[in-house]
Structure formats: C-alpha cells, structure tokens
RNA sequence: UCCCGAAUAGCUCAGUUGGUUAGAGCAUCUGACUGUUAAUCAGAGGGUCACUGGUUCAAGUCCAGUUUCGGGAGCCA
C-alpha cells in the first residue's frame, strides 16, 4: 500500500495532468482550514493539498495540525492560485499519526534558534534547515565513496577498537568490560588489564592511519571513513568526541601526490553537491544571509555560499610552505600593527589568528600549507633533507581552519625508529607497524580529513554540532 | 581547561536609576472569515524572572557561589 506513494519532489516537477496520487508526508501549516502545506523530507518545498470546504467533518478538521502525519489521495491539478505550480486537490485525508499542538515542542512560526533546536536534536530534522543540512550531508557522503571507487582505491575498514596507543592524536575514551567498582588488581596496586576483554588495555580508535598503511602498502591505495573519538575537552563550534573522518593512504606517492589528490577530492564532493543538491544550497546560501544580517557590516561574509563554492571549483587551492608562511605573517599588516596575540617566529605553531590571516585577510581562499617544523609534528612524518622540517601539509579553510592533515610518510626504518626514540614512542609495540619499513618498504602518503568541517565549509553553517545529527561533546551525549 | 557573555511565558525577546499587580510578537485555545502563502480579524489562558545564599524598608534588576547554554582561546580533524 505504501509504495503507492509519490514523493513530494518529485510530484511537484510532474505536469499536472489530473491523474490520482498518494501524497504522504507531516503538516507544516494548516491554512485556512482548507490548506494544507504538506512536507515529506524529499525537499524542502511544500506540496499544497487543498480540501473543499464541508468536504471533511470538524473531527478530522481539527485533528490536521502542525507535525501530523497524514495519507492524502487526490488528483494532481494545476494550482488555482498563485505561489505554487500544482497543488494536490484532496480526495480522502487520513490521519497517520497526530500531533497535540499544545504539546509539540517544534512551533516553525516561531523561528526557533539553532541553540533550541539542538536541545530538541530528534525533531530538528523536520526544519527546513536540517532537512537541507542532512540531505547535503548525505551527497558529501555518497561522493566520499563514489570518488574513491572510481580511481581504484579500496575502502578499508580500520578497526573502532584499538589497543595502541601510539597514535599520538589525543586523549583516548577507554573500551573495557571490567567492574568499575572493584577492577582486577596487579600486586603494585595497578589494574590488571591480563583479565580484561581483550586481555590488554584498548581505547577507541583516534585514527586509522596506520592500519590504513598496512593496507596501503599492498592494496596500493585505500581509505577509511569511518567514525573517531577523541576524549579531549574541547568546547568549540569545530570539535567534537565523535566525528566522522575520511584517510586516504596512497602507495608510490609524495607529499605532491597527496596535494593533489586532497584537492581534487575536496574539489570533487563540492561540485557532487552542487550538481545534486542545488536547492538546498540555495536555501542554505539564503539562510546564511538571513543570518548575517544581524551582523555588522565588517563581520559579515565576503561571498555568498554558492559564490564561494564556485570560487573554491574555480580556483583551486593556493599551496605554500611554513616558511613561506611565516615570511609573510612578519611582514603583514597586522604584524606590524600588532595585532596579533601570538609571537610569530620561525619554530612557532600556527595560531587560529594566523591561519585566520593567511586564508581570510591574505589568500582569501584555501590554503595548503607544507614542510613545517619536525618538532610540532607527529613521529611518522618524512623527515625533510634540510634536517629541521617534515614533508607535511595542512589544508585551511575559511572560517573554519584546519580541515586537511596529512603528510608522506617516513619510509626509512632507521629515520622512523630514530624519530620515535626521540618522541618516546613505544618501538617495540609497534613492531606490526614498522614490518611495512622492514619488508618492502615504499614511499607513500595520505591524509586525514574531518567529515563535519567540510560538511561546515558546504552548508555555511557555523557550529559543527548542527551538521551531524546528534552531537557528542564534553558533558553532552543525549539521544 | 581558560577568558568573555547570557539565562524573564511553549518559542523569540523587551523590562529605564532597585519602587504598585512583570510586558510584546509568535505559538496555543475560543470565535469570525473563507483561494490561503509565516493567511487575516476579535478575544482568552499562560510566569518558582535558572538555582542557592546575601545586601536592602523593598531585588527580574545589586553582590557571591552553583548549574546550563553561547562566543572566543588551547588541543585537533
């Protein structure tokens, strides 16, 4: 009975032709008593279901509120009135769920905020904003995959569980199955992790990197897109505890070959978007306006949203190296006013401020910045010929920062042990990991790229937690 | 974790120098109207002013602490 049923987007690019449809979807408003502004999530346009007066019993009537789902047979007519092509002139209305609007906590009219609606996260999706946010998400998503699949790589599935704790890329959330209250006991007093699950402490995974280097160096090229977790507290409109991340890890590749491809893939999910998500772009762009308007002047955003995607397809990334970028922080404007906050200087890690200046007041675009200082980098970086850097890149993005880090790894087993010595990494658990250096060792390269911050670049929204449905963040973790 | 700010009706907010019974728009309810487009018009109900303590003749308003939220910073993707 229920594949009958046509979905709104696709019913309102139909020719009115008078035939008989099932419409099912929730109410959005109730005009009248006699219009019905009915959405079923395909799109963030109405269908407008019309009921002749005296056609339904005051029962019925009453019951088609805000948020009630119903079944509508009707015909498909060329609308009689203005604001909409076709309109659904009602047959039977059925009532598939109501809504008690005295209890619905989701009154559109009343614009709610985002801060309200992330409270009230498992009924958002009903706004037209996170219909629009949510289905984007998807097509960044799809593209993820389609991208990958058709230059060959693998989609390697890293584990979620981990008992290395190696990684270095932040606090780790501890996986055990042993009593919190009275956990096993070695004699020094330390727990006994011999009688846990695993037999051995383990964490969620803070990355799959190095599993994807294991696959990488036979597979040739893979990648991973998967959920990560981070225990750190962090409270930003950029973080959170668990977050969606993509790694590509190339074989017989160099930190050029991996620009490349960074830029080519985050080129290609734009433009996936743009080709399949145009109206709610376009609503997303209107939103943003709508937003900004309370903003003075000065803080409000250069280019409107589609603008700046275009502008990112358009012209690609600007590329330049620590050095480089250090050159020109001391010799900006801001510098010398000093405006910034931060020391710069040749050694130093790039503060917000400076990556602000670099992309938003410099470039005014996507910046990939390379070969920064070893010791601000992690251990399996390529050490660089001139001994003081490593053959990394970052890639920054407007109004949100860091969203690319990766880098050519270091192939040379007794450069990586050397380094890992020095930043006290545990050599010999890592034996599994140092076999691709000893048995056929490759140069190869890759990176990590935050799901959610390009989600945030694509729909202009501004806090990471309204673009993945139900956010974990310190002291939060409803739904 | 640090800095700054906020918390008043279901939602979005106003509330003057501390001074009578705390307001508006929207939502909700009742009625009217009936080709509406965030429908319109008339009326009604709706408040532990986040919490705890303090100052004062008097606190939504001032002070302290707590909680939660927001923005920024750090950590990073």
Same mark, same amino acid.
């Given at each position: 009975?229920?594949?009958?049923?046509?979905?709104?987007?696709?019913?309102?690019? +139909?020719?009115?032709?008078?035939?008989?449809?099932?419409?099912?979807?929730?109410?959005?408003?109730?005009?009248?008593?006699?219009?019905?502004?009915?959405?079923?999530?395909?799109?963030?346009?109405?269908?407008?279901?019309?009921?002749?007066?005296?056609?339904?019993?005051?029962?019925?009537?009453?019951?088609?509120?805000?948020?009630? %789902?119903?079944?509508?047979?009707?015909?498909?007519?060329?609308?009689?009135?203005?604001?909409?092509?076709?309109?659904?002139?009602?047959? @039977?209305?059925?009532? &598939?769920?109501?809504?008690?609007?005295?209890?619905?906590?989701?009154?559109?009219?009343?614009?709610?905020?985002? /801060?309200? *609606?992330?409270?009230?996260?498992?009924?958002?999706?009903? +706004?037209?904003?996170?219909?629009?946010?949510?289905?984007?998400?998807?097509?960044?998503?799809?593209?993820?995959?389609?991208?990958?699949?058709?230059?060959?790589?693998?989609?390697?599935?890293?584990?979620?569980?981990?008992? %290395?704790?190696? /990684?270095?890329?932040?606090?780790?959330?501890?996986?055990?199955?042993?009593?919190?209250?009275?956990?096993?006991?070695?004699?020094?007093?330390?727990?006994?992790?011999?009688?846990?699950?695993?037999?051995?402490?383990?964490?969620? @995974?803070?990355?799959?990197?190095?599993?994807?280097?294991?696959?990488?160096?036979?597979?040739?090229?893979?990648?991973?897109?998967?959920?990560?977790?981070?225990?750190?507290? %962090?409270? +930003?409109? !950029?973080?959170?505890?668990?977050?969606?991340?993509?790694?590509?890890?190339?074989?017989?590749?160099?930190?050029?070959?991996?620009?490349?491809?960074?830029?080519?893939?985050?080129?290609?999910?734009?433009?996936?978007?743009?080709?399949?998500?145009?109206?709610?772009?376009?609503? &997303?762009?209107?939103? *943003?306006?709508?937003?900004?308007?309370?903003?003075?002047?000065?803080?409000?955003?250069?280019?409107?949203?589609?603008?700046?995607?275009?502008?990112?397809?358009?012209?690609?990334?600007?590329?330049?190296?620590?050095?480089?970028?250090?050159?020109?922080?001391?010799?900006?404007?801001?510098?010398?006013?000093?405006?910034?906050?931060?020391?710069?200087?040749?050694?130093?890690?790039?503060?917000?401020?400076?990556? !602000?200046?670099?992309?938003?007041?410099?470039?005014?675009?996507?910046?990939?910045?390379?070969?920064?200082?070893?010791?601000?980098?992690?251990?399996?970086?390529?050490?660089?010929?001139?001994?003081?850097?490593?053959?990394?890149?970052?890639?920054?993005?407007?109004?949100?920062?860091?969203?690319?880090?990766?880098?050519?790894?270091? /192939? !040379? *087993?007794?450069?990586?042990?050397?380094?890992? !010595?020095?930043?006290?990494?545990?050599?010999?658990?890592?034996?599994?990991?140092?076999?691709?250096?000893?048995?056929?060792?490759?140069?190869?390269?890759?990176?990590?790229?935050?799901?959610?911050?390009?989600? *945030?670049?694509?729909?202009?929204?501004?806090?990471?937690?309204?673009?993945?449905?139900?956010?974990? @963040?310190?002291?939060?973790? /409803?739904?």
């Amino acid at each position: 009975m229920f594949n009958k049923r046509v979905k709104i987007k696709k019913l309102l690019a +139909t020719e009115a032709t008078g035939q008989e449809v099932i419409v099912m979807g929730w109410v959005r408003t109730f005009r009248n008593n006699q219009f019905i502004a009915l959405n079923d999530g395909s799109t963030n346009n109405n269908i407008q279901v019309v009921i002749e007066l005296g056609q339904l019993d005051d029962a019925t009537l009453k019951r088609i509120t805000t948020g009630a %789902s119903l079944k509508v047979t009707g015909t498909l007519i060329e609308s009689l009135g203005k604001g909409q092509k076709v309109e659904v002139k009602a047959g @039977t209305v059925e009532i &598939l769920g109501d809504c008690d609007p005295e209890k619905y906590p989701l009154q559109l009219k009343n614009r709610p905020s985002l /801060e309200y *609606l992330r409270e009230i996260a498992h009924l958002r999706f009903r +706004t037209n904003t996170f219909g629009a946010v949510f289905r984007v998400r998807h097509s960044l998503a799809h593209a993820v995959h389609k991208f990958f699949h058709e230059k060959g790589f693998v989609y390697l599935h890293t584990p979620i569980i981990t008992a %290395s704790d190696a /990684e270095g890329a932040g606090e780790m959330f501890r996986v055990t199955t042993l009593s919190m209250d009275n956990p096993p006991r070695n004699t020094d007093g330390s727990i006994d992790f011999k009688e846990d699950f695993f037999g051995k402490s383990t964490n969620l @995974t803070v990355s799959g990197q190095l599993e994807g280097e294991l696959g990488a160096t036979a597979l040739g090229e893979i990648y991973t897109f998967g959920p990560t977790f981070r225990a750190e507290n %962090s409270n +930003t409109t !950029r973080h959170l505890a668990e977050f969606w991340m993509i790694e590509p890890e190339m074989a017989f590749s160099d930190l050029e070959d991996n620009m490349n491809l960074a830029e080519e893939f985050i080129q290609y999910i734009i433009r996936f978007a743009m080709d399949n998500n145009r109206e709610d772009l376009e609503f &997303l762009a209107q939103r *943003l306006v709508e937003e900004e308007k309370a903003l003075p002047q000065d803080k409000r955003s250069e280019f409107g949203l589609i603008e700046k995607l275009e502008f990112v397809l358009n012209n690609g990334f600007e590329r330049i190296t620590y050095t480089e970028a250090i050159d020109i922080l001391l010799n900006s404007p801001a510098y010398k006013k000093k405006k910034f906050q931060y020391e710069v200087k040749w050694g130093i890690d790039l503060q917000s401020e400076h990556e !602000r200046y670099l992309v938003e007041k410099h470039f005014k675009k996507p910046v990939i910045v390379t070969n920064y200082p070893k010791d601000i980098k992690a251990f399996y970086m390529r050490q660089n010929d001139d001994g003081k850097t490593v053959a990394a890149m970052d890639i920054l993005a407007p109004g949100i920062g860091e969203i690319v880090g990766g880098s050519q790894r270091e /192939e !040379r *087993l007794e450069r990586l042990e050397q380094r890992m !010595r020095e930043m006290h990494i545990p050599v010999e658990e890592m034996n599994w990991f140092l076999d691709t250096r000893r048995f056929g060792s490759v140069p190869h390269a890759g990176f990590g790229l935050g799901f959610e911050r390009i989600v *945030l670049f694509v729909t202009g929204m501004t806090n990471i937690r309204d673009v993945i449905p139900f956010a974990r @963040t310190p002291k939060n973790c /409803e739904f």
